[in-house]
């Protein structure tokens, strides 16, 4: 069972980065994919994207695409989201959690959620 574990949120200014990571544990394979979710204080749980672990696969949110990118370190077992331009409507905590690849664009097959990390955007 994949156990993922996030890190790298923070309190950043509007306009900054931030590179979130998101180390799995446990037994992975090739054909996983880790997707990223975000939940901002009162509002529903969102689907940012997913990276399967080869880096071959990748899938956007259309609304994040242009500031979002993934990326994969298979011998790390680690799918990093780089995140550019912050605005504060980013806000929220991160968290990430397991597919197989071949599901990486629906948001309800994801599973062994992590325990996110938070990032605040001060405008």
């Known amino acids: 069972q994949v156990r993922p574990v996030e890190s790298g949120g923070g309190l950043v200014q509007a306009g900054g980065s931030l590179r979130l990571s998101c180390a799995a544990s446990?037994?992975?394979?090739?054909?996983?994919?880790m997707g990223w979710f975000r939940q901002a204080p009162g509002k529903e749980r969102e689907f940012v994207g997913a990276?399967?672990?080869?880096?071959?696969?990748?899938y956007y949110r259309d609304s994040v695409k242009e500031r979002f990118t993934f990326a994969s370190d298979d011998a790390k077992n680690t799918v990093s989201l780089q995140i550019n331009h912050l605005k504060p409507e980013d806000t929220a905590v991160y968290y990430c959690?397991?597919?197989?690849?071949?599901?990486?664009?629906?948001?309800?097959?994801?599973?062994?959620w992590g325990q996110g990390t938070q990032v605040t955007v001060s405008s």
């Open positions: 959690a397991s597919t197989d690849w071949m599901q990486i664009a629906d948001p309800t097959k994801f599973s062994n």
């Open positions: 446990g037994r992975t394979f090739s054909d996983y994919a």
């Open positions: 990276c399967s672990w080869t880096g071959d696969h990748t």
